[in-house]
Structures are given as C-alpha cells and as structure tokens.
C-alpha cells in the first residue's frame, strides 16, 4: 500500500501526449477528427478515466497529501474535455462501502434501464449511452450537493477547453469530448464496466481480467484485488494477484473483454438486471 511513484509521470506523459494530438487535428477534416477521437482518443482518455480512478484512492501522492491527489485529479481530467474527478470521487467512495447498495452505489443500473434495455439491440443501444447514464444516474440515485471541489474541478476544464478553443479551434475540442463519450461507450476499453460486477457466474458479483488490456488501464483489470485492497495502486496488483495466487486463481475470471461485450449482447441471461443489489445500512462518518 501507498503512493505510486511513477503514476504522476505517467499520467502527466498522457496528458501532454493528448495536447500534441489536439494540436495535430486542428487541420483535420471532420471525418478524421471523429476517427481519431475513437481510434486514438479514446483510448487515451479512457485510461485517463482510469487513472483518475487510481488517483481517487490517493495513490499518487500518498494518504498524507490527500489536496494534492485532488487538484492532481483536475489535471489528469483535462484532456476528457468534461469535469469528472471531483464528482467521480465523491461517489466512488460509496461503490466501495456499499458494493451494490441500493440507493448507494450509483454503478448500478436502474429499474428502468434493466427493464428497457432488455434486447440484444436495446442492450446494444445502452452500451453506446453508457456514458449518458454514468454520468446523469447518480443524480437520480443519490443526489449530493454540489462541493467546492466540483465547481473548482468545472472551473478549471471549462478555461482549458476555451484556451484550446482560442488557440486551435472547434475540431481539438470535439476531438476531446468525442473521444471521452466514444472511448467510454462501444468501445473494446468499456468492456471492463461489464465485466467488473455484473454476474456471470451465479453467486460471483466480482470479476478479474488478466489480459493485455491491462497495460493500457492501470491494471483496473484485476479487480478482484482491488476491491479486497483498494488502497494499493494498479500498478502493484499483479504482485498481489501473484502472492495470494491460491485466493483468486480459482475464482470465475474474464480473458477477454470483447467477448464480455458480445455475451452481454447476446446472451439473454445477461443484462443491466445481472447485478446484486442489496441493502445496506449507512454509515455515518465521524
């Protein structure tokens, strides 16, 4: 457990790396733009998402330096093109704490998406939304004020999106957006959102993935682990995966995230309602 060394520079790497890209579509036709934003951006920003996640548990400065690990958060969110870190913070705590909680943990899809979406082509139609209904569910599950974090975390990309806008233009900024709603929509990277919780195998709501994917999503793959040990970072799961081998190499696991696409599609047994939901007592915090 603790801070990751190298997280700051990794992420900081990306950043910067989607800076060049919006410098280097600027000139694009809108077609290329679009194509970019899925092919490459995409990606990008959605491991971005992911590194946020790690930084939300404080990995990359420490428990110690918990304000840096926030504003930290801020810059890697830059190049989603939206506001996200402070928000997803303040709700991923409660994904931990009430794994499947009803009216707690927003990860679980609601009612009306399980009863809706129940079709190979509704389901098809909500993995494509999926970020619409990441982002609109928690303020219909588990409305929270709005903090000073928040406004600040809005602050800040709203001035980086208008200076990108100034410098380069309209196209960098839809390169951006559209890349974070593709990347985290039908994308091979969104796989991983099925296959962390939704129960494939009766009695098993928690899921490991150790494919290659891994490399380029700080290790949210192993899942598993990282719900038994949110407080190590992604990069050291697999040293927790290899030392407790006999805990987790029997567990039901996925090898592949396009196939847990497909199956969510097409397999009638798997859908939004493939979740456990429980209820949980709320804890107050002292």
């Not at 330096?65 to 830059?78: D, T, V």
């Amino acid at each position: 457990m603790g801070a990751d060394p190298h997280l700051k520079w990794i992420v900081s790497g990306m950043v910067f790396t989607q800076l060049l890209a919006c410098y280097l579509v600027k000139d694009l036709s809108w077609k290329w733009v679009l194509f970019w934003a899925y092919a490459f951006g995409g990606c990008v920003n959605h491991s971005m998402t992911l590194a946020i996640h790690d930084i939300s548990h404080n990995v990359a400065f420490g428990n110690k330096q918990a304000r840096w690990n926030r504003w930290f958060a801020m810059f890697a969110n830059l190049p989603i093109g939206m506001p996200y870190s402070a928000s997803f913070k303040k709700y991923h705590i409660d994904h931990h704490r009430y794994l499947g909680g009803d009216g707690l943990d927003v990860d679980i899809a609601t009612d009306w998406e399980g009863w809706f979406f129940c079709s190979p082509a509704r389901k098809l139609v909500w993995l494509f939304l999926q970020p619409l209904f990441y982002a609109l569910r928690p303020l219909y599950v588990n409305p929270k004020p709005v903090t000073r974090l928040e406004i600040s975390n809005a602050v800040v990309q709203f001035m980086a999106d208008f200076i990108i806008y100034y410098l380069w233009g309209l196209k960098p900024v839809v390169y951006l957006v559209a890349g974070s709603i593709l990347g985290m929509g039908l994308h091979p990277i969104s796989g991983h959102f099925i296959a962390e919780h939704y129960m494939f195998s009766k009695g098993y709501e928690t899921y490991s993935y150790y494919g290659p994917l891994n490399y380029i999503t700080f290790n949210v793959g192993y899942h598993m682990e990282h719900h038994d040990f949110p407080s190590i970072p992604g990069s050291k799961l697999p040293l927790v995966k290899k030392m407790a081998a006999e805990f987790y190499d029997d567990l039901p696991q996925h090898t592949s995230w396009m196939r847990v696409l497909w199956d969510f599609v097409f397999d009638d047994a798997i859908g939004p309602y493939a979740r456990v939901k429980r209820t949980c007592k709320l804890v107050k915090d002292d």
